[in-house]
């Protein structure tokens, strides 16, 4: 099974600021990486798949990248709207999992 | 668009099984290339895939819930289900239903949070 470890597990921001959020995976997985949003009370929602493919609808701030074991969720210039947390999850394989999250919260 | 919405008993007690239903609306669930996914989401584990299915009942489960979980469809109904047998405490979770293709999840229901209690 391939796992998926994010990190950091939370941080604090102000809008405005860039913030970065990596996952590794346990082994190569070229692009396969999907990256989801989720607001409190609320389901995820994917923002990218294919490790930077945005979604229709996400915000041009939103990009990902990486390829292998390495991929990045950066936000640029942060909106009141993006304080959620945010998962990685591999999709190069069954199963599918999820990393363990990062909080972004307000400084 | 695309919706699914989860139903079930919000209670279920220690050692019964669980019962969800995700009802699917604004396409079929017949889709060519569309799974059908079940995620749980607990405190404790996070999200964690539960398994998967498609409209001619094809069926990937999770290894760690495999001898437990049983996934099911009926395209009449434009529906799948989801059944947990013999569920303790550490089954407590929001269960969501959702679509995957290429093993992306999107999109997903609402979520239902189911409690194991007696």
């Known amino acids: 099974d391939i796992q998926m470890t994010q990190s950091p597990s939370s941080l604090s921001a102000s809008v405005g600021e860039r913030v970065v959020i990596t996952c590794r995976a346990s082994?190569?997985?070229?692009?396969?990486v999907n990256w989801y949003q989720q607001k409190p009370g609320k389901p995820p929602k994917l923002v990218i798949s294919?490790?930077?493919t945005l979604q229709s609808g996400a915000p041009s701030r939103f990009s990902g990248s990486g390829s292998g074991t390495d991929f990045t969720l950066t936000i640029n210039s942060l909106q009141p709207e993006d304080f959620a947390t945010y998962y990685c999850?591999?999709?190069?394989?069954?199963?599918?999992?999820f990393g363990g999250g990062t909080k972004v919260e307000i400084k | 668009q695309l919706q699914l919405q989860e139903s079930g008993p919000g209670l279920v007690k220690p050692s019964e099984t669980l019962s969800l239903s995700c009802a699917v609306s604004g396409g079929a669930l017949r889709s060519s290339g569309s799974y059908w996914g079940w995620v749980r989401q607990s405190p404790e584990k996070g999200l964690e895939w539960i398994g998967s299915?498609?409209?001619?009942?094809?069926?990937y489960y999770s290894p760690s819930l495999r001898s437990r979980v049983t996934l099911s469809v009926d395209t009449s109904k434009n529906q799948f289900s989801l059944k947990l047998r013999s569920v303790t405490a550490a089954d407590t979770a929001i269960y969501y239903c959702?679509?995957?293709?290429?093993?992306?999840?999107?999109?997903w229901g609402q979520g239902t949070l189911v409690t194991v209690s007696s």
């Open positions: 294919g490790a930077s």
């Open positions: 299915i498609y409209y001619s009942g094809i069926t």
């Open positions: 999850q591999q999709s190069f394989s069954t199963p599918p999992f």
């Open positions: 082994q190569s997985i070229s692009n396969s």
């Open positions: 959702a679509r995957l293709q290429v093993l992306q999840f999107e999109p």
